[in-house]
C-alpha cells in the first residue's frame, strides 16, 4: 500500500533537511574537485567554482529526468564547448563518474564482507560472477579490435592512453580515490540520518550494509531519480534482515525528498541560466569560439 511512502513524507523535518543539504554541498565539492582532476589530466581544465555550479546542475536534472545520467551529459557537453573540445570533455566526464563508480564499488565489497547482513553469503559468488563478465568484456574489446574494427581498435586506445598516461598518474588517482571515498561516506551518512529519523532502530553496522546495497540499486540507469529501483531494494533487504519492507520503504523514501531538496541549488541555477541566454548574455565565464567540431575529430583520429 501508499502508507509507507506517506510515512516516509510525514516524517521529514527542517533539521534532516539540512543536515542532507549541507552534506550534500560536501560531497558535491568533492565531486567537483575530481572532475576538475580528471578534466585537468585529460588538458581540458576547469575551475572549482565553476565544476560545482556545473555539478549541482547535473545533479538536479539527473535527479528528474529518465536515466539517471542526462545530467551528466549536459555536464560534459556544456564543458566541452566552453573548453572547445567537446569529445575531451565527454571523456572527463565519462572517466569522473566511472572512478566514483568503481570507489563505490569496492567500498560496497569491503563493507558486505566485514559487516553482517543478508547479502554476506552471497558475496563470493556476486565477486566471482562479476569478475567473470568484466573478463568476457575485455576478451571481447580484444578480439573485436584484432579483427580490424577501426571504432573499437581507436577506442581501445584512447582508454589506454587517458589510463597510461593521465589517470593513472602518481598525482592524480590518490586525489580520485579519496574524493570518491568522501563522497560515498557522504551519501551513506546522509542515509543514515534518514533511517534513523525515520525510526530505524538497527544496529549502525548493519544499517550500514544495507544501506549500500540500496545505493547500488541506484547506480542502474533504469528509474527517474531512482526512484522505484530504490525502494524496491530498500524494501527487499529491510525485508530480508527481519527489520520490515515497510520500514525500508519508508527510509529510501525519506532519504530521496531529502536529497531533492539537497539538489534543489541546480534548479535555480539553470533557471539562471535561461534568463541569462534569453537576455543574450551567455553563461559566467564563457568565451566566444568558433564551432570546436573539427578540433574533436582530430582527438578522435589521434
Same mark, same amino acid.
Given at each position: 500500500?501508499?502508507?509507507?511512502?506517506?510515512?516516509?513524507?510525514?516524517?521529514?523535518?527542517?533539521?534532516?533537511?539540512?543536515?542532507?543539504?549541507?552534506?550534500?554541498?560536501?560531497?558535491t565539492v568533492c565531486s567537483a574537485w575530481r572532475w576538475?582532476?580528471?578534466?585537468?589530466?585529460?588538458?581540458?581544465?576547469?575551475?572549482?567554482?565553476?565544476?560545482?555550479?556545473?555539478?549541482?546542475?547535473?545533479?538536479?536534472?539527473?535527479?528528474?529526468?529518465?536515466?539517471?545520467?542526462?545530467?551528466?551529459?549536459?555536464?560534459?557537453?556544456?564543458?566541452?564547448?566552453?573548453?572547445?573540445?567537446?569529445?575531451?570533455?565527454?571523456?572527463?566526464?565519462?572517466?569522473?563518474?566511472?572512478?566514483?563508480?568503481?570507489?563505490?564499488?569496492?567500498?560496497?565489497?569491503?563493507?558486505?564482507?566485514?559487516?553482517?547482513?543478508?547479502?554476506?553469503?552471497?558475496?563470493?559468488? &556476486?565477486?566471482? %560472477? #562479476?569478475?567473470?563478465? /568484466? @573478463?568476457? *568484456? +575485455?576478451?571481447?574489446? !580484444?578480439?573485436?579490435?584484432?579483427? =580490424?574494427?577501426?571504432?573499437?581498435?581507436?577506442?581501445?586506445?584512447?582508454?589506454?592512453?587517458?589510463?597510461?598516461?593521465?589517470?593513472?598518474?602518481?598525482?592524480?588517482?590518490?586525489?580520485?580515490?579519496?574524493?570518491?571515498?568522501?563522497?560515498?561516506?557522504?551519501?551513506?551518512?546522509?542515509?543514515?540520518?534518514?533511517?534513523?529519523?525515520?525510526?530505524?532502530?538497527?544496529?549502525?553496522?548493519?544499517?550500514?550494509?544495507?544501506?549500500?546495497?540500496?545505493?547500488?540499486?541506484?547506480?542502474?540507469?533504469?528509474?527517474?531519480?531512482?526512484?522505484?529501483?530504490?525502494?524496491g531494494a530498500a524494501a527487499w533487504v529491510f525485508a530480508?534482515?527481519?527489520?520490515?519492507?515497510?520500514?525500508?520503504?519508508?527510509?529510501?523514501?525519506?532519504?530521496?525528498?531529502?536529497?531533492?531538496?539537497? &539538489?534543489?541549488? %541546480? #534548479?535555480?541555477?539553470? /533557471? @539562471?541560466? *535561461? +534568463?541569462?541566454?534569453? !537576455?543574450?548574455?551567455?553563461?559566467? =565565464?564563457?568565451?566566444?569560439?568558433?564551432?570546436?567540431?573539427?578540433?574533436?575529430?582530430?582527438?578522435?583520429?589521434?
Amino acid at each position: 500500500g501508499a502508507a509507507p511512502f506517506e510515512h516516509g513524507l510525514r516524517a521529514v523535518t527542517w533539521q534532516a533537511v539540512v543536515a542532507a543539504v549541507t552534506l550534500t554541498a560536501l560531497t558535491t565539492v568533492c565531486s567537483a574537485w575530481r572532475w576538475r582532476v580528471v578534466a585537468r589530466a585529460l588538458g581540458v581544465d576547469i575551475g572549482l567554482p565553476g565544476a560545482v555550479c556545473a555539478y549541482y546542475r547535473s545533479l538536479f536534472l539527473n535527479s528528474v529526468l529518465p536515466g539517471g545520467v542526462l545530467g551528466d551529459v549536459h555536464r560534459a557537453v556544456t564543458h566541452g564547448r566552453r573548453a572547445g573540445d567537446v569529445v575531451r570533455g565527454v571523456r572527463a566526464v565519462a572517466w569522473e563518474r566511472f572512478w566514483g563508480q568503481v570507489i563505490q564499488a569496492l567500498v560496497t565489497v569491503v563493507v558486505l564482507l566485514t559487516l553482517p547482513s543478508p547479502v554476506r553469503p552471497a558475496m563470493p559468488y &556476486v565477486l566471482a %560472477g #562479476a569478475a567473470g563478465v /568484466a @573478463g568476457c *568484456a +575485455v576478451l571481447v574489446v !580484444r578480439r573485436a579490435a584484432r579483427r =580490424g574494427r577501426p571504432r573499437l581498435a581507436r577506442a581501445a586506445r584512447v582508454v589506454s592512453a587517458d589510463l597510461r598516461h593521465a589517470l593513472l598518474a602518481t598525482d592524480v588517482w590518490p586525489q580520485l580515490a579519496l574524493t570518491s571515498a568522501l563522497v560515498v561516506a557522504g551519501h551513506t551518512v546522509t542515509f543514515i540520518i534518514a533511517a534513523r529519523v525515520a525510526g530505524c532502530t538497527a544496529p549502525l553496522g548493519e544499517l550500514v550494509a544495507l544501506l549500500m546495497v540500496v545505493q547500488t540499486a541506484v547506480v542502474i540507469p533504469l528509474s527517474i531519480g531512482g526512484w522505484g529501483l530504490r525502494e524496491g531494494a530498500a524494501a527487499w533487504v529491510f525485508a530480508a534482515a527481519g527489520l520490515g519492507a515497510a520500514a525500508g520503504v519508508t527510509v529510501a523514501t525519506l532519504y530521496a525528498v531529502l536529497m531533492l531538496a539537497a &539538489v534543489a541549488p %541546480g #534548479a535555480g541555477l539553470l /533557471a @539562471g541560466d *535561461a +534568463v541569462r541566454r534569453r !537576455r543574450g548574455q551567455g553563461f559566467p =565565464g564563457e568565451s566566444r569560439r568558433p564551432d570546436p567540431a573539427p578540433r574533436a575529430l582530430e582527438v578522435v583520429r589521434d
